[in-house]
């Protein structure tokens, strides 16, 4: 991959290059399973990379970019304001930064905890908007509480607190895959878990998961929302 001398144009006929590949893996992902290439969006992850790149992901084409840091997201998102994004929050969010994350978010993928609620639906009262929740459930069988998520069996306890918040709209789940272990049975979880909240909130039906390596084994077992970031745009740069 170029580093940032790289020209523009250099840099946009690479990005253009992984979305190419990327959008086929999905569409044939797709295809094995039987689902319409529209019912999965691509998230396409930009943490570690520069504002201009997430500037030339949106010329081409991109609609959805995901962060990780609020640090780094709230100004990109404020830079890019007007550029017709949607911004989704991925990483571990602290519930210092839940306001402050809901100012700019459209969707939080990482919700793991009640105490998280307040904070987010204060941010989005301040700007007088709704924030999409999802919340995060942790499907390793050792958890290791630098990844987040939730133990599956508070799923309902989170979404009821998303649900009564009066700016979130609670949306579905999302899940890392364990770093061990077929990722496809961890999906097939997934999945169970999405069809246990749907019988409760018949609108929180997303399902955010699968990453560059395991997007196929996600697209087969449901997954509506695809999180992307190395397969399209290269090695992440080293902590800014
Ligand atoms: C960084 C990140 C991704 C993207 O991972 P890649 O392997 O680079 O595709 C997806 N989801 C979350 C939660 C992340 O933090």
């Given amino acids: 991959m170029s580093g940032p001398t790289a020209s523009q144009g250099e840099r946009s006929r ?18 094995a399973a039987g689902r319409a290439p529209d019912a999965v969006t691509l998230v396409v992850v ?35 304001a007007g550029a017709g994004l949607r911004w989704h929050f ?25 105490e998280l609620v307040a904070g987010l639906d204060r941010g989005a009262h301040d700007e007088g908007r709704r924030v999409g929740v999802l919340v995060q459930v942790d499907l390793d069988p050792v958890p290791d509480p630098a990844r987040g998520g939730a133990d599956p069996r508070r799923l309902r306890e989170v979404a009821e607190a998303v649900a ?14 364990p770093r061990e272990g077929d990722p496809a049975e961890a999906f097939a979880r997934l999945a169970a878990l999405s069809h246990e909240l749907v019988a409760d909130h018949p609108d929180a039906t997303w399902v955010s998961a699968g990453m560059s390596g395991d997007l196929e084994q996600a697209v087969a077992a449901g997954a509506t929302h695809l999180r992307v970031g190395t397969a399209i745009m290269g090695q992440r740069p080293a902590l800014q």
Wanted: hydrophobic share 45%; glycine share 8%; aromatic share 4%.
């Fill in 90 to 114: 991925v990483g571990r969010l602290q519930r210092n930064k839940a306001r402050s994350v809901a100012r700019y978010a459209d969707v939080v993928h990482s919700v793991d905890r009640p």
């Fill in 46 to 80: 930009t943490k570690f990379f520069p504002t201009a790149d997430v500037a030339l992901l949106a010329g081409l084409g991109v609609t959805d970019v995901g962060e990780s840091r609020d640090q780094e997201a709230g100004p990109k998102a404020r830079d890019l």
């Fill in 14 to 31: 690479e990005l253009a290059a992984g979305l190419r590949a990327v959008r086929t893996r999905v569409d044939e992902a797709c295809a």
């Fill in 164 to 177: 009564a918040a009066s700016a979130l709209d609670l949306r579905g789940v999302m899940a890392v895959a």
